[in-house]
């Protein structure tokens, strides 16, 4: 069964520093992954996702993620962050043949100014 | 574009009544929508899958008889919360899986439906 970890529960970043946020995945073949990001009270925003081909994914506002096999992750970076960006972040996985797709417990994002 | 409604976006009610969110697909058919389940401050938990014409398939300790799917067309699924308790409050999400898209997995999210049970 796929499993995700997001390692950081909670980080702050100063605006205008770079982000990265951790996301670790256990599969069997190879993934889907996914992040999205969720503001108090909506749903989920899709930030990028990576299927195939190259691992340096981009995706929107800025941020980029890179599947690295050998390790099992797909962490998400941001050269510079904005207070916008402020927020949780979910990391998720899903399988070729499933349907589901499965969680991590989500990093949330303070922005200090 | 891959819209995913939910309605109602937020409810109120009191213990013991029964309450449907209704989730819908938009702009594109979906043969499977998912209903997740997100207290606060915590990630989403997949509650169950639901397939259009059939019996959704729930996820270990999801009580079936509490928490009814049904998914009568390629565009709608309904999850009703029966005899809800103020532990059902919760914040719950819908999200669909395009029937075009054999190749990958893709969810399609909803907005979220925040459940209060007084």
């Known amino acids: 069964a796929q499993s995700v970890t997001q390692p950081d529960i909670h980080i702050t970043v100063s605006e205008g520093a770079s982000l990265e946020l951790r996301c670790n995945y256990s599969?069997?073949?190879?993934?889907?992954l996914f992040w999205y990001v969720q503001s108090p009270g909506q749903g989920l925003q899709l930030l990028l996702k990576?299927?195939?081909?190259?691992?340096l994914v981009q995706g929107i506002k800025g941020f980029e993620a890179e599947f690295k096999r050998s390790q099992s992750s797909f962490n998400l970076r941001k050269p510079s962050v904005h207070w916008s960006d402020a927020a949780e972040y979910f990391c998720?996985?899903?399988?070729?043949?499933?349907?589901?797709?499965?969680f991590g417990a989500g990093t949330r994002l303070t922005v200090k100014p | 574009g891959a819209v995913v409604s939910q309605h109602p976006s937020w409810v109120i009610c009191k213990s013991g009544t029964s309450v449907k969110i209704e989730c819908r697909s938009l702009?594109?058919?979906?043969?499977?929508m998912f209903w997740y389940r997100q207290f606060p401050k915590q990630s989403l938990m997949l509650m169950a899958t639901?397939?259009?014409?059939?019996?959704?398939?729930?996820e270990q300790g999801v009580e079936k008889d509490k928490f009814l799917i049904n998914h009568a067309s390629l565009t709608l699924s309904t999850l009703t919360v029966t005899s809800a308790h103020p532990e059902d409050s919760s914040f719950y999400i819908c999200?669909?899986?395009?029937?075009?898209?054999?190749?990958?997995?893709?969810?399609?999210f909803g907005p979220g439906t925040r459940l209060t049970v007084l």
């Open positions: 639901s397939n259009e014409g059939s019996k959704a398939t729930y």
């Open positions: 599969y069997g073949a190879t993934p889907y």
């Open positions: 999200s669909a899986r395009k029937t075009s898209a054999p190749s990958y997995n893709e969810q399609f």
């Open positions: 990576y299927f195939s081909g190259d691992t």
């Open positions: 702009d594109f058919q979906a043969t499977t």
């Open positions: 998720a996985v899903g399988a070729r043949s499933a349907g589901d797709m499965r």
